[in-house]
């Protein structure tokens, strides 16, 4: 059940829902915070139903999306500055989170329909495919917002660590600002996709000569990395001020030396998501350029084999669900 719409809230009906990693860390309470029952997604694609008196931006009948938040505070400093991600008061997570009025869990997209607040639906773009569009909202969006904070474009070296659910999109993105995109990888098999997605370079990690040769080398590396790893071997190959920006791991990482950051005033950076206009910009961005994330349409009776897929990276890249199948 979701709740009776408020002046200020849009109901949707969800037609396509990404898979996201955080959905299998979430039902399997891998970070001991999942409120049970849970309903998971907050990649949503889907159709307007209803609005709430006080709604202007939206109507019933137009293609909206709605990503990882449905709320927050909307007055801290943060939030002010389009970073609602990083709201002082804590955002509202689109599922297990609760609702800021009345304390109700939030529940996500694996789901007939959703409600949120109008200030967190996003217009989906005229000639963006809906059925792909989804995984925009979580790995498009985590990996736009570094890039362009830290202004990925022409004349800029980009580096991607990893290439994964968030690491193919990082590489379509960086590649559509038109920045040299080089692929850092363990695997000499995926060279011919990283390719394909669009890198100039490929870097084999584990081949010694190669990440000596590219030391000092780039001026933003997005680590997509999803597991506790040793970056050191990473900052080595930022450039003088560069920034390598990790995006994957929610973990503790290893210690470093101060020494890697210090010779070249480098910066160890960290970055979730990105705010609502932002997300919309995203959008746009896609839009007009044509980038959409590699999927997989599955049936929700399919889900628990693609969370089994999921932890053997057996997808490329990412699953999406077609949220009709609920109706089987």
Not at 93 to 118: A, M, Q
Not at 283 to 302: H, M, N, R, S, Y
Request: proline share 5%; hydrophobic share 40%; aromatic share 6%.
């Amino acid at each position: 059940m979701r709740r009776e719409l408020r002046s200020n809230d849009v109901a949707v009906r969800i037609n396509y829902c990404g898979v996201c990693h955080s959905d299998l860390h979430q039902t399997r309470n891998d970070w001991h915070n999942t409120v049970f029952p849970c309903v998971p997604g907050h990649e949503i694609v889907g159709e307007v139903t209803d609005v709430g008196s006080a709604v202007t931006k939206f109507k019933p009948g137009e293609l909206v999306a709605i990503g990882c938040l449905v709320d927050s505070c909307l007055k801290c400093p943060r939030c002010e500055k389009g970073m609602e991600q990083f709201c002082e008061e804590y955002p509202t997570p689109t599922y297990n989170g609760r609702d800021r009025l009345t304390g109700e869990l939030t529940n996500g997209g694996y789901s007939e329909t959703i409600v949120s607040r109008e200030e967190f639906v996003l217009r989906l773009p005229e000639g963006l495919d809906p059925e792909r569009a989804g995984p925009l909202l979580c790995a498009g969006i985590t990996t736009w917002s570094p890039l362009r904070h830290w202004n990925a474009g022409p004349g800029k070296r980009v580096a991607i660590a990893g290439l994964g659910g968030l690491g193919h999109m990082a590489v379509k993105l960086a590649v559509a600002l038109g920045a040299n995109v080089t692929v850092i990888t363990t695997s000499p098999a995926k060279v011919a996709d990283a390719i394909a997605l669009g890198a100039h370079e490929v870097l084999v990690s584990t081949d010694a000569d190669a990440m000596a040769k590219a030391k000092n080398r780039f001026d933003i590396l997005i680590d997509t990395i999803p597991v506790s790893h040793d970056v050191t071997p990473y900052l080595s190959l930022t450039a003088l001020e560069g920034a390598m920006v990790i995006v994957g791991a929610i973990d503790m990482l290893p210690a470093i030396h101060t020494g890697s950051l210090l010779m070249g005033r480098k910066t160890l950076a960290g970055s979730i998501i990105g705010g609502i206009a932002e997300t919309q910009e995203l959008l746009d961005f896609c839009a007009a350029k044509g980038v959409l994330p590699d999927c997989e349409t599955i049936a929700i009776q399919d889900i628990n084999q693609a969370f089994e897929r999921m932890e053997r990276s057996d997808v490329k890249y990412r699953f999406v669900i077609d949220m009709s199948t609920l109706a089987d």
